[in-house]
């Protein structure tokens, strides 16, 4: 079962513009990465945000983490049109020390020129 | 730095048969996970490897196999294939497992059952 629900499912922008994606989760974890997917491509690993940071950035990237409302955040500032692609996020709660990642069902973002 | 190296890219097979699919981890990499992507039920996690040993199962049923090799190199097989198992199949590999760490994804291969 899903761990994680990325809201929106669907996000059309123009060129230059900010995009926030949102995740909810449902357990206690240890830690949540934003992924993001190409087309018919493999994930790249965007942000990894530790249970008990509440902030993060990577060059445009945002990632903000709300462990009592069991939520995160990813803001991509200034998107451009190579942004264009599908995020997860990932949680993980490292059950006796092996990785399992456990992924939402993605947002869909398309930047238009 | 080589990535994550999956092959084949893409196969297809038919009802039945079985398949083997193959990843090999960037190099000094000794966790091996792999992953099921599918539109319905999206990225679902199959199994993690270490050291040879299998550390962590997802939900899969007995059709779902795999194995790690002494360099790190992992296989995964699917017998009497379903059309429920056409997906793209996904490695990532990990320096280790048990730490905080990002997963570094290969390109993965589309499996197509006909």
């Known amino acids: 079962s899903q761990q994680g629900e990325e809201d929106p499912q669907a996000l059309s922008i123009q060129e230059g513009e900010n995009a926030t994606m949102n995740c909810s989760y449902k357990?206690?974890?240890?830690?949540l990465q934003w992924y993001r997917q190409n087309s018919g491509r493999g994930l790249v690993h965007l942000i990894l945000?530790?249970?008990?940071?509440r902030e993060k950035h990577s060059g445009r990237l945002r990632v903000t983490l709300d462990t009592s409302k069991k939520s995160s955040s990813l803001l991509i500032t200034a998107s451009r049109a190579a942004d264009t692609a599908s995020y997860f996020c990932?949680?993980?709660?490292?059950?006796?020390?092996?990785?399992?990642?456990?992924f939402g069902q993605g947002t869909r973002l398309t930047i238009n020129p | 730095k080589a990535g994550v190296t999956q092959t084949p890219r893409y196969l297809i097979k038919t009802r039945g048969q079985q398949v083997t699919l193959s990843c090999s981890p960037i190099?000094?990499?000794?966790?091996v996970s792999w992953y099921q992507q599918t539109p319905g039920q999206g990225l679902q996690f199959l199994f993690e490897?270490?050291?040879?040993?299998?550390?962590n199962k997802g939900n899969f049923p007995g059709r779902f196999s795999g194995r790690q090799f002494s360099n790190s190199r992992s296989e995964m097989n699917v017998s009497t294939l379903e059309l429920g198992d056409s997906a793209l199949y996904l490695c990532?590999?990990?320096?280790?497992?048990?730490?905080?760490?990002?997963?570094?994804f290969g390109d993965g291969t589309r499996l197509s059952i006909l």
């Open positions: 357990t206690s974890i240890n830690n």
């Open positions: 990932a949680t993980d709660r490292g059950w006796g020390g092996a990785q399992k990642l456990v």
């Open positions: 945000i530790r249970s008990n940071e």
């Open positions: 190099s000094g990499h000794r966790s």
């Open positions: 490897y270490f050291s040879e040993t299998q550390r």
């Open positions: 990532a590999s990990s320096l280790s497992p048990g730490t905080v760490q990002p997963q570094h």
